[in-house]
């Protein structure tokens, strides 16, 4: 069973940092391609970043650039999400997600498995 367990959230100050992990299992890591996805309260679910299946290859949404690093450790089967200069908008529960092997930014409904979410919530 392919299972994917975020962890790393918590209650941080504006302006301070996180570091959220995604670890896998029941899946060859090295060949999805991984996202993190973040639902704040009363808005839609809305893609973050994606990490290719190397890692060398890294997509942002504007509004994270700059502050969120992706990044992937395939010998470990981890994923992970540093967050930097944290802004009260990024309060949401944070959920990792895999895309088909061979599949580059597809659309969210195409991601296949997804991790039950960890919250971050940012006070200002």
């Known amino acids: 069973q392919v299972q994917l367990v975020e962890s790393g959230g918590g209650l941080v100050q504006a302006g301070g940092s996180l570091r959220l992990s995604c670890a896998a299992s029941g899946l060859t890591f090295s060949r999805y391609p991984m996202a993190w996805f973040r639902q704040a309260p009363g808005k839609e679910r809305e893609f973050v970043a994606a990490?290719?299946?190397?890692?060398?290859?890294?997509y942002y949404i504007d509004s994270v650039k700059g502050r969120f690093t992706i990044s992937r450790d395939n010998a470990k089967n981890t994923l992970y999400l540093q967050m930097n200069s944290l802004k009260p908008e990024d309060t949401a529960v944070y959920y990792c997600?895999?895309?088909?092997?061979?599949?580059?930014?597809?659309?969210?409904?195409?991601?296949?498995?997804w991790g039950q979410g960890t919250q971050v919530t940012v006070s200002s």
């Open positions: 997600a895999t895309a088909p092997p061979g599949r580059w930014l597809p659309g969210e409904n195409e991601y296949d498995y």
């Open positions: 990490c290719k299946w190397s890692g060398g290859s890294t």
